[in-house]
């Protein structure tokens, strides 16, 4: 897949209409700070195109992208450790679930979990909630260039049995080198593709 154009659509906290909507959808989910909109911006070449921060918790509402006119990338609100108040924090949680319980036109989500660190409570949690929900994903091991390429199989091993899935099913990446993008790029293209031939439509 190659982004030829990368469009900041809209934000919002309850999920509903927006422009474009009706194409394919694929969502970034992950804890705070895990470089979630980072990534988006080395998937689409837009250094601005999604807000970054070093403060987790940047992303508060639900962001949609318009990618080549025909996808959309959905960035949803980061859960845990950003500190903020106990009552944003289940705002987040509850515009994730809206956007589950509402959307016709997810096909993937893409689960973002730092390569560095075993997963939180919060990732296993959201791990468990896609597998009882049926929801197609895959893993996505972030900040992979802080970790020796000949190292990274360890640090996959714990992330690995806490999430259930195989090392060869998780795409290590970095917003920083490149990493993964390609491979990652080809998956968006091909759970895109299968969910039109499926649907029959765009």
């Not at 970034?28 to 990534?39: Q, R």
Request: with cysteine; charged share 25%; glycine share 8%.
């Amino acid at each position: 897949m190659i982004v030829k154009r990368a469009d900041f659509i809209t934000s919002m906290k309850d999920y509903g209409d927006y422009p474009g909507k009706g194409g394919p959808e694929v969502a970034f989910a992950g804890k705070s700070n895990v470089g979630k909109s980072s990534m988006i911006n080395r998937l689409t070449n837009r250094s601005k195109l999604a807000r970054t921060s070093a403060t987790p918790g940047k992303t508060r509402l639900i962001n949609v992208y318009r990618i080549n006119d025909e996808l959309n990338f959905i960035d949803l609100p980061g859960y845990g450790f950003a500190k903020v108040s106990k009552e944003e924090k289940l705002s987040w949680g509850k515009m994730m679930q809206n956007y589950f319980a509402t959307t016709e036109d997810l096909c993937h989500v893409f689960h973002l979990v730092d390569i560095r660190h075993e997963p939180s409570q919060e990732d296993r949690e959201m791990n468990l909630f896609l597998r009882q929900a049926e929801i197609p994903f895959t893993v996505v091991a972030t900040k992979a260039d802080k970790i020796s390429r000949g190292a990274r199989l360890k640090f996959l091993a714990p992330i690995c049995r806490a999430l259930a899935v195989q090392p060869w099913q998780v795409i290590p990446f970095s917003a920083e080198d490149g990493t993964g993008r390609e491979e990652l790029l080809e998956r968006i293209e091909q759970v895109c593709y299968t969910a039109v031939d499926e649907g029959g439509e765009a």
